[in-house]
Protein backbone atom coordinates (compact mmCIF):
# COMPACT_ATOMS: atom_id res chain seq x y z
CA UNK A 1 0.00 0.00 0.00
CA UNK A 2 1.57 3.31 -1.05
CA UNK A 3 2.55 6.14 1.53
CA UNK A 4 -0.19 7.97 2.43
CA UNK A 5 0.24 11.66 4.53
CA UNK A 6 -0.37 12.20 7.99
CA UNK A 7 -3.06 14.46 7.46
CA UNK A 8 -5.06 12.07 5.24
CA UNK A 9 -5.03 9.74 7.38
CA UNK A 10 -6.26 11.76 10.19
CA UNK A 11 -9.14 12.63 7.86
CA UNK A 12 -10.06 9.02 7.55
CA UNK A 13 -9.45 7.80 10.51
CA UNK A 14 -12.40 10.63 11.66
CA UNK A 15 -14.67 9.51 9.01
CA UNK A 16 -14.49 5.76 10.11
CA UNK A 17 -15.29 6.67 13.82
CA UNK A 18 -17.82 8.56 12.67
CA UNK A 19 -19.20 6.15 10.46
CA UNK A 20 -18.84 3.41 13.03
CA UNK A 21 -16.07 1.80 11.08
CA UNK A 22 -14.12 0.83 14.14
CA UNK A 23 -12.17 -1.98 12.65
CA UNK A 24 -11.24 0.32 9.76
CA UNK A 25 -10.36 3.25 12.00
CA UNK A 26 -8.18 0.92 14.04
CA UNK A 27 -6.04 0.04 10.90
CA UNK A 28 -5.97 3.95 9.50
CA UNK A 29 -4.48 4.66 13.12
CA UNK A 30 -2.04 1.90 12.71
CA UNK A 31 -0.64 3.72 9.56
CA UNK A 32 -0.38 6.81 11.27
CA UNK A 33 1.31 5.68 14.08
CA UNK A 34 3.67 3.91 11.65
CA UNK A 35 4.16 6.70 9.87
CA UNK A 36 5.09 8.34 13.55
CA UNK A 37 7.28 5.75 14.51
CA UNK A 38 11.00 7.24 13.79
CA UNK A 39 9.76 10.83 15.52
CA UNK A 40 9.10 9.10 18.83
CA UNK A 41 12.18 6.66 18.53
CA UNK A 42 14.06 9.77 17.88
CA UNK A 43 12.68 11.91 20.85
CA UNK A 44 13.49 9.04 22.93
CA UNK A 45 16.96 8.87 21.85
CA UNK A 46 17.52 12.28 21.86
CA UNK A 47 15.35 13.36 24.88
CA UNK A 48 16.95 15.14 27.84
CA UNK A 49 16.02 15.88 31.45
CA UNK A 50 16.58 19.00 33.36
CA UNK A 51 20.51 19.06 33.66
CA UNK A 52 21.15 17.31 30.09
CA UNK A 53 21.36 13.70 30.89
CA UNK A 54 19.10 11.43 28.62
CA UNK A 55 17.89 7.83 29.23
CA UNK A 56 20.69 5.24 29.44
CA UNK A 57 21.54 3.74 26.34
CA UNK A 58 20.32 0.32 27.70
CA UNK A 59 16.51 2.24 28.41
CA UNK A 60 15.90 3.96 25.03
CA UNK A 61 14.42 0.99 23.23
CA UNK A 62 12.22 -0.04 25.71
CA UNK A 63 10.87 3.66 26.31
CA UNK A 64 10.56 3.81 22.95
CA UNK A 65 8.03 0.62 22.56
CA UNK A 66 6.13 2.08 25.73
CA UNK A 67 6.12 5.46 24.24
CA UNK A 68 4.85 3.77 20.59
CA UNK A 69 2.39 1.71 21.92
CA UNK A 70 1.08 4.80 24.31
CA UNK A 71 0.28 6.16 20.82
CA UNK A 72 -1.58 3.67 19.92
CA UNK A 73 -4.00 3.59 22.48
CA UNK A 74 -4.28 7.09 21.93
CA UNK A 75 -6.00 6.38 18.70
CA UNK A 76 -8.73 5.03 20.88
CA UNK A 77 -10.66 8.36 21.57
CA UNK A 78 -8.21 10.89 19.66
CA UNK A 79 -10.58 13.78 19.04
CA UNK A 80 -8.17 16.37 17.22
CA UNK A 81 -8.33 16.43 13.31
CA UNK A 82 -5.14 18.74 12.12
CA UNK A 83 -1.82 17.14 11.94
CA UNK A 84 0.00 19.78 14.21
CA UNK A 85 -2.76 18.80 17.43
CA UNK A 86 -1.93 15.33 16.56
CA UNK A 87 1.70 15.90 16.62
CA UNK A 88 1.66 17.96 19.77
CA UNK A 89 -0.43 15.16 21.46
CA UNK A 90 2.26 12.49 19.91
CA UNK A 91 5.19 14.80 21.82
CA UNK A 92 3.17 15.02 24.94
CA UNK A 93 3.01 11.40 25.10
CA UNK A 94 6.34 10.70 24.13
CA UNK A 95 7.37 13.03 26.51
CA UNK A 96 5.83 11.58 29.32
CA UNK A 97 6.61 8.12 28.64
CA UNK A 98 10.71 9.06 28.71
CA UNK A 99 9.56 11.20 32.09
CA UNK A 100 8.25 8.10 33.32
CA UNK A 101 10.88 5.85 32.49
CA UNK A 102 13.55 8.07 34.35
CA UNK A 103 11.73 8.52 37.07
CA UNK A 104 13.38 5.71 39.05
CA UNK A 105 16.06 6.52 38.42
CA UNK A 106 15.42 10.23 38.92
CA UNK A 107 14.18 9.58 42.19
CA UNK A 108 17.54 9.71 43.73
CA UNK A 109 19.14 12.77 41.69
CA UNK A 110 15.74 14.66 43.31
CA UNK A 111 16.48 13.81 46.70
CA UNK A 112 19.99 14.76 46.28
CA UNK A 113 18.67 18.52 45.08
CA UNK A 114 17.97 18.25 41.46
CA UNK A 115 14.16 18.35 40.22
CA UNK A 116 12.07 16.54 37.77
CA UNK A 117 10.35 19.18 36.35
CA UNK A 118 8.07 19.49 33.18
CA UNK A 119 5.72 16.50 34.70
CA UNK A 120 2.58 17.39 33.53
CA UNK A 121 -0.47 15.56 35.27
CA UNK A 122 -0.56 12.40 35.06
CA UNK A 123 -4.05 12.01 33.25
CA UNK A 124 -4.07 15.28 32.32
CA UNK A 125 -3.83 16.73 28.96
CA UNK A 126 -2.11 19.36 29.36
CA UNK A 127 1.33 19.77 27.65
CA UNK A 128 3.64 22.43 26.42
CA UNK A 129 2.17 23.52 23.36
CA UNK A 130 -1.55 24.04 24.45
CA UNK A 131 -1.04 27.63 24.52
CA UNK A 132 -0.07 27.98 21.11
CA UNK A 133 -2.50 25.37 20.11
CA UNK A 134 -5.21 27.67 21.36
CA UNK A 135 -3.89 30.77 19.98
CA UNK A 136 -3.91 28.54 16.67
CA UNK A 137 -7.26 27.51 17.33
CA UNK A 138 -8.38 30.89 18.13
CA UNK A 139 -7.22 32.59 14.97
CA UNK A 140 -8.44 30.13 12.67
CA UNK A 141 -11.84 30.21 14.04
CA UNK A 142 -12.13 33.78 13.18
CA UNK A 143 -11.81 32.97 9.01
CA UNK A 144 -14.82 31.19 8.54
CA UNK A 145 -14.33 30.61 4.74
CA UNK A 146 -11.41 28.88 5.04
CA UNK A 147 -13.05 25.84 6.59
CA UNK A 148 -14.89 25.90 3.77
CA UNK A 149 -12.27 25.79 1.21
CA UNK A 150 -10.59 22.29 0.43
CA UNK A 151 -7.50 24.03 -0.66
CA UNK A 152 -7.13 25.80 2.95
CA UNK A 153 -7.86 22.49 4.39
CA UNK A 154 -4.64 20.86 2.34
CA UNK A 155 -2.92 23.75 3.81
CA UNK A 156 -4.02 23.90 6.87
CA UNK A 157 -2.99 20.59 7.10
CA UNK A 158 0.42 21.30 8.72
CA UNK A 159 -1.41 24.11 10.64
CA UNK A 160 0.58 24.53 13.48
CA UNK A 161 4.13 24.32 12.70
CA UNK A 162 2.91 26.51 9.55
CA UNK A 163 1.62 29.54 11.87
CA UNK A 164 4.20 29.13 14.58
CA UNK A 165 6.49 29.74 11.61
CA UNK A 166 4.60 32.75 10.37
CA UNK A 167 5.12 34.15 13.74
CA UNK A 168 8.59 33.80 13.26
CA UNK A 169 9.88 37.71 13.54
CA UNK A 170 12.95 37.52 11.69
CA UNK A 171 12.26 37.05 8.41
CA UNK A 172 15.74 35.19 7.45
CA UNK A 173 15.04 32.88 9.83
CA UNK A 174 11.16 32.50 9.20
CA UNK A 175 12.16 32.12 5.21
CA UNK A 176 14.50 29.56 5.90
CA UNK A 177 12.29 27.54 8.11
CA UNK A 178 9.28 27.71 5.83
CA UNK A 179 12.07 25.66 2.74
CA UNK A 180 12.50 23.71 5.24
CA UNK A 181 9.69 22.53 7.02
CA UNK A 182 7.32 23.46 4.09
CA UNK A 183 8.83 22.97 0.97
CA UNK A 184 11.43 20.28 2.68
CA UNK A 185 14.57 21.59 0.61
CA UNK A 186 17.72 20.48 1.87
CA UNK A 187 20.63 23.11 3.24
CA UNK A 188 22.46 22.95 -0.30
CA UNK A 189 18.90 23.72 -1.78
CA UNK A 190 18.07 26.27 0.51
CA UNK A 191 21.82 28.61 0.23
CA UNK A 192 21.12 27.83 -3.26
CA UNK A 193 17.99 29.52 -3.52
CA UNK A 194 18.43 32.26 -0.71
CA UNK A 195 21.93 33.29 -2.35
CA UNK A 196 23.55 32.76 1.06
CA UNK A 197 25.97 30.59 2.53
CA UNK A 198 25.78 27.08 3.72
CA UNK A 199 27.05 27.93 6.95
CA UNK A 200 24.29 30.80 7.30
CA UNK A 201 21.62 28.21 6.33
CA UNK A 202 23.00 25.98 9.47
CA UNK A 203 22.93 29.40 12.11
CA UNK A 204 19.40 30.08 10.88
CA UNK A 205 18.35 26.90 10.43
CA UNK A 206 19.09 26.51 14.56
CA UNK A 207 18.26 29.86 15.42
CA UNK A 208 15.04 29.50 13.76
CA UNK A 209 13.93 26.37 15.24
CA UNK A 210 15.16 28.01 18.80
CA UNK A 211 12.30 31.02 18.30
CA UNK A 212 9.81 28.61 16.58
CA UNK A 213 10.01 26.36 19.72
CA UNK A 214 9.73 29.44 22.17
CA UNK A 215 6.60 30.40 20.00
CA UNK A 216 4.99 27.40 19.89
CA UNK A 217 5.70 26.69 24.40
CA UNK A 218 4.72 30.35 25.02
CA UNK A 219 2.20 31.33 27.74
CA UNK A 220 -1.12 31.66 27.06
CA UNK A 221 -1.13 35.85 26.23
CA UNK B 1 38.72 22.05 14.29
CA UNK B 2 35.72 20.84 16.53
CA UNK B 3 32.71 19.54 14.71
CA UNK B 4 29.95 22.63 14.29
CA UNK B 5 26.58 21.31 16.23
CA UNK B 6 24.63 23.76 13.63
CA UNK B 7 25.85 21.83 11.36
CA UNK B 8 25.12 18.60 12.71
CA UNK B 9 21.83 19.65 13.35
CA UNK B 10 21.08 20.61 9.65
CA UNK B 11 22.56 17.26 8.46
CA UNK B 12 19.89 16.01 10.86
CA UNK B 13 16.89 17.55 9.37
CA UNK B 14 18.20 16.94 5.86
CA UNK B 15 18.92 13.44 6.43
CA UNK B 16 15.10 13.61 8.19
CA UNK B 17 13.46 15.07 5.58
CA UNK B 18 15.08 13.09 2.66
CA UNK B 19 13.13 9.85 4.27
CA UNK B 20 17.06 8.54 5.24
CA UNK B 21 15.70 7.62 9.08
CA UNK B 22 18.68 9.31 10.85
CA UNK B 23 19.72 8.18 14.32
CA UNK B 24 19.79 11.02 16.77
CA UNK B 25 21.73 8.78 19.11
CA UNK B 26 24.93 8.88 16.52
CA UNK B 27 23.98 12.81 15.49
CA UNK B 28 24.12 13.77 19.03
CA UNK B 29 27.68 11.74 19.18
CA UNK B 30 29.23 13.90 17.00
CA UNK B 31 29.11 16.94 18.60
CA UNK B 32 31.52 17.92 21.43
CA UNK B 33 30.46 17.05 25.19
CA UNK B 34 29.25 20.37 25.99
CA UNK B 35 27.38 20.81 22.97
CA UNK B 36 25.38 17.67 23.45
CA UNK B 37 23.11 18.41 25.25
CA UNK B 38 21.94 21.52 23.83
CA UNK B 39 22.19 19.64 20.23
CA UNK B 40 19.75 16.88 21.62
CA UNK B 41 16.98 19.56 22.36
CA UNK B 42 17.09 21.33 19.20
CA UNK B 43 16.49 17.90 17.60
CA UNK B 44 13.43 17.16 19.99
CA UNK B 45 12.02 20.61 19.14
CA UNK B 46 12.55 19.87 15.43
CA UNK B 47 11.39 16.25 15.54
CA UNK B 48 7.86 17.67 17.64
CA UNK B 49 6.50 19.38 14.25
CA UNK B 50 9.05 18.00 11.65
CA UNK B 51 6.91 17.22 8.86
CA UNK B 52 7.00 13.18 8.20
CA UNK B 53 8.92 12.02 5.43
CA UNK B 54 7.64 10.27 2.77
CA UNK B 55 9.29 6.73 3.14
CA UNK B 56 10.35 4.44 0.01
CA UNK B 57 8.83 1.47 0.28
CA UNK B 58 12.37 -0.24 1.82
CA UNK B 59 11.85 2.43 4.46
CA UNK B 60 8.49 1.62 5.44
CA UNK B 61 8.87 -2.15 4.98
CA UNK B 62 12.15 -1.73 8.06
CA UNK B 63 9.56 0.23 10.21
CA UNK B 64 7.05 -2.12 10.06
CA UNK B 65 9.43 -5.15 11.14
CA UNK B 66 9.99 -2.94 14.00
CA UNK B 67 8.80 -5.04 17.21
CA UNK B 68 7.17 -2.38 19.01
CA UNK B 69 5.44 -1.53 15.47
CA UNK B 70 4.71 -5.31 14.85
CA UNK B 71 3.17 -5.34 18.90
CA UNK B 72 1.24 -2.53 17.87
CA UNK B 73 -0.03 -4.06 14.59
CA UNK B 74 -0.94 -7.27 16.65
CA UNK B 75 -2.67 -4.99 18.96
CA UNK B 76 -5.24 -3.85 16.54
CA UNK B 77 -6.55 -7.09 14.97
CA UNK B 78 -6.29 -9.07 18.63
CA UNK B 79 -9.37 -9.84 20.80
CA UNK B 80 -6.81 -8.62 23.63
CA UNK B 81 -5.70 -5.14 22.41
CA UNK B 82 -2.90 -3.95 23.77
CA UNK B 83 -2.86 -5.58 26.69
CA UNK B 84 -0.59 -8.39 25.97
CA UNK B 85 2.18 -6.32 24.91
CA UNK B 86 2.02 -2.98 27.09
CA UNK B 87 1.58 -5.07 30.72
CA UNK B 88 4.47 -6.91 30.29
CA UNK B 89 6.30 -3.76 29.14
CA UNK B 90 5.29 -1.78 32.17
CA UNK B 91 5.94 -4.77 34.16
CA UNK B 92 9.30 -4.21 33.41
CA UNK B 93 9.49 -0.85 33.88
CA UNK B 94 8.30 -0.99 37.45
CA UNK B 95 10.52 -4.12 38.03
CA UNK B 96 7.61 -6.17 39.00
CA UNK B 97 7.01 -9.62 38.13
CA UNK B 98 2.93 -10.72 37.50
CA UNK B 99 3.31 -12.18 41.38
CA UNK B 100 4.53 -9.18 42.52
CA UNK B 101 1.96 -7.10 40.40
CA UNK B 102 -1.02 -9.22 41.73
CA UNK B 103 0.27 -9.03 45.40
CA UNK B 104 0.26 -4.93 44.89
CA UNK B 105 -2.99 -5.34 43.40
CA UNK B 106 -4.42 -7.00 46.04
CA UNK B 107 -2.86 -4.91 48.45
CA UNK B 108 -3.85 -1.57 46.88
CA UNK B 109 -7.40 -3.02 46.30
CA UNK B 110 -7.81 -4.02 50.05
CA UNK B 111 -8.64 -7.68 49.01
CA UNK B 112 -8.26 -11.15 50.85
CA UNK B 113 -4.75 -11.71 50.63
CA UNK B 114 -5.97 -15.74 49.55
CA UNK B 115 -6.85 -13.95 46.36
CA UNK B 116 -3.43 -13.22 45.28
CA UNK B 117 -2.83 -16.46 43.23
CA UNK B 118 -6.35 -15.67 41.57
CA UNK B 119 -5.36 -12.45 40.80
CA UNK B 120 -2.02 -13.45 39.61
CA UNK B 121 -3.63 -16.08 37.34
CA UNK B 122 -6.04 -13.21 35.81
CA UNK B 123 -3.03 -11.30 35.18
CA UNK B 124 -1.20 -13.83 33.24
CA UNK B 125 -4.13 -14.19 31.43
CA UNK B 126 -4.39 -10.75 30.58
CA UNK B 127 -1.03 -10.73 28.84
CA UNK B 128 -2.14 -13.89 27.18
CA UNK B 129 -4.23 -12.21 25.37
CA UNK B 130 -7.34 -13.99 26.48
CA UNK B 131 -9.27 -11.76 28.86
CA UNK B 132 -12.02 -9.39 27.02
CA UNK B 133 -10.61 -5.75 27.87
CA UNK B 134 -14.49 -4.83 28.38
CA UNK B 135 -14.52 -6.73 31.06
CA UNK B 136 -12.06 -5.02 33.22
CA UNK B 137 -13.39 -2.72 35.82
CA UNK B 138 -12.67 0.77 36.19
CA UNK B 139 -11.21 0.31 40.25
CA UNK B 140 -9.11 -2.23 38.36
CA UNK B 141 -7.70 0.09 36.45
CA UNK B 142 -6.70 3.06 38.74
CA UNK B 143 -5.19 0.38 40.37
CA UNK B 144 -3.21 -0.82 38.10
CA UNK B 145 -2.23 2.52 36.70
CA UNK B 146 -1.53 3.70 40.30
CA UNK B 147 0.81 1.00 40.22
CA UNK B 148 2.40 0.57 36.91
CA UNK B 149 2.75 4.45 37.07
CA UNK B 150 1.18 4.95 33.93
CA UNK B 151 -1.57 6.86 32.96
CA UNK B 152 -5.14 6.04 33.99
CA UNK B 153 -5.96 6.66 30.04
CA UNK B 154 -3.08 5.02 28.63
CA UNK B 155 -4.95 1.88 30.02
CA UNK B 156 -8.22 2.98 28.63
CA UNK B 157 -6.70 3.16 25.72
CA UNK B 158 -5.08 -0.47 25.77
CA UNK B 159 -8.56 -2.08 25.13
CA UNK B 160 -8.31 -0.97 21.29
CA UNK B 161 -10.88 0.41 19.48
CA UNK B 162 -13.98 -1.95 20.86
CA UNK B 163 -14.52 -4.65 18.34
CA UNK B 164 -17.88 -5.58 19.13
CA UNK B 165 -18.82 -9.38 18.57
CA UNK B 166 -20.02 -10.63 15.24
CA UNK B 167 -24.17 -9.57 15.02
CA UNK B 168 -26.69 -12.21 15.20
CA UNK B 169 -27.95 -13.07 11.71
CA UNK B 170 -31.70 -13.71 11.54
CA UNK B 171 -33.93 -13.66 8.35
CA UNK B 172 -37.40 -12.76 10.52
CA UNK B 173 -39.23 -9.70 9.16
CA UNK B 174 -41.92 -7.40 10.62
CA UNK B 175 -42.82 -8.60 14.15
CA UNK B 176 -41.54 -11.61 13.76
CA UNK B 177 -37.76 -10.25 13.88
CA UNK B 178 -38.51 -8.37 16.73
CA UNK B 179 -39.71 -11.11 19.19
CA UNK B 180 -36.82 -12.99 17.82
CA UNK B 181 -34.46 -9.97 18.59
CA UNK B 182 -36.10 -9.83 22.24
CA UNK B 183 -35.42 -13.55 22.67
CA UNK B 184 -32.21 -13.47 21.63
CA UNK B 185 -31.24 -10.47 23.53
CA UNK B 186 -32.23 -12.35 26.82
CA UNK B 187 -30.21 -15.08 25.61
CA UNK B 188 -27.28 -13.05 25.15
CA UNK B 189 -27.82 -11.18 28.49
CA UNK B 190 -27.92 -14.99 30.22
CA UNK B 191 -24.49 -15.55 28.59
CA UNK B 192 -23.02 -13.02 29.45
CA UNK B 193 -24.25 -12.88 33.17
CA UNK B 194 -21.58 -13.80 36.01
CA UNK B 195 -22.00 -17.46 36.74
CA UNK B 196 -22.67 -18.52 40.01
CA UNK B 197 -20.83 -20.11 42.78
CA UNK B 198 -17.17 -18.78 42.96
CA UNK B 199 -18.00 -15.62 41.37
CA UNK B 200 -16.12 -13.60 43.58
CA UNK B 201 -14.45 -9.96 43.89
CA UNK B 202 -11.44 -10.54 41.89
CA UNK B 203 -13.84 -11.83 38.76
CA UNK B 204 -15.71 -8.89 39.30
CA UNK B 205 -12.37 -6.53 38.69
CA UNK B 206 -11.36 -8.78 35.80
CA UNK B 207 -14.68 -9.50 33.86
CA UNK B 208 -17.36 -7.52 35.72
CA UNK B 209 -16.86 -4.34 33.59
CA UNK B 210 -18.53 -1.24 34.74
CA UNK B 211 -15.92 1.29 34.19
Known amino acids: MPDEPDHLLLRRYHAARQEGRDDEAARVWERLAENNFDRIKQICSAFRYTGGTGLPATETGSAATEAYLRVVAMGRSFREREVGQFRAAVYRTVHNACLDYGRKELRHQRRAGGSLDERYEPDGDAGPYDAALARYEAERRTDVREALEDEARRRRAEGLARWGIAQVRNDNYRAVLELTHLEKLDAAAIADRLGISLDNVYQRRRRGLTELEKILRAPRS | ?211
Open chain 2, 1 to 211: MPPDPDRILSDFIDAWNAGRRPDADDYVGRADEPDRAPLASDIVAFLAFAPTPEYDDAALEAIRAEPAVLAGAAATRAPGGLWPSLLPQLRRRASLSTGQLAAALVGALGLSPDREAKTRDYLERLEAGELEPRGLAGRLLDGLARLLEVPRTVLDGAGGFGTAPAPALFRAEGPRAEELRDDLDVLADALAAPAGGDWDEVDELFRGGDR
